[in-house]
């Protein structure tokens, strides 16, 4: 299973480069977390994240309907980014 501080990381991540909804990044660009198909296994089954199958690739993003959510377990698993998270 995977730890919170971990999902805080991609979530993280997809949030500074402004992944939300339909705006999608390649999973291909998450390469450095070890269980990264374990980590959005888990955040798409609660519906946080989404994950959008191509032909070549597939792309995950952030779903707006858990925005406060999100934000709140980032910022509890990385306090150092409280208050910055738009």
């Keep these: 299973m995977a730890s919170d501080?971990?999902?805080?990381?991609?979530?993280?991540k997809l949030t500074r480069k402004?992944?939300?909804g339909s705006c999608?990044?390649?999973?291909?660009h998450f390469?450095?977390?070890q269980n990264?198909?374990?980590i959005l296994n888990e955040l798409s089954k609660?519906?946080?994240?989404?994950?959008?199958?191509?032909?070549k690739f597939t792309g995950i993003s952030l779903n707006?309907?858990?925005k406060?959510?999100?934000?709140?377990?980032?910022?509890?698993?990385?306090?150092?980014?409280r208050g910055i998270i738009k």
Excluded: S
């Design 5 to 12: 501080l971990e999902k805080a990381q991609v979530m993280f």
């Design 18 to 20: 402004n992944n939300w």
């Design 24 to 28: 999608y990044d390649r999973t291909e």
């Design 31 to 33: 390469k450095r977390f």
């Design 36 to 38: 990264l198909d374990e």
């Design 46 to 55: 609660i519906g946080w994240v989404i994950v959008h199958k191509k032909g």
């Design 64 to 66: 707006t309907g858990h």
């Design 68 to 81: 406060r959510e999100i934000i709140k377990l980032i910022e509890k698993e990385m306090p150092e980014l």
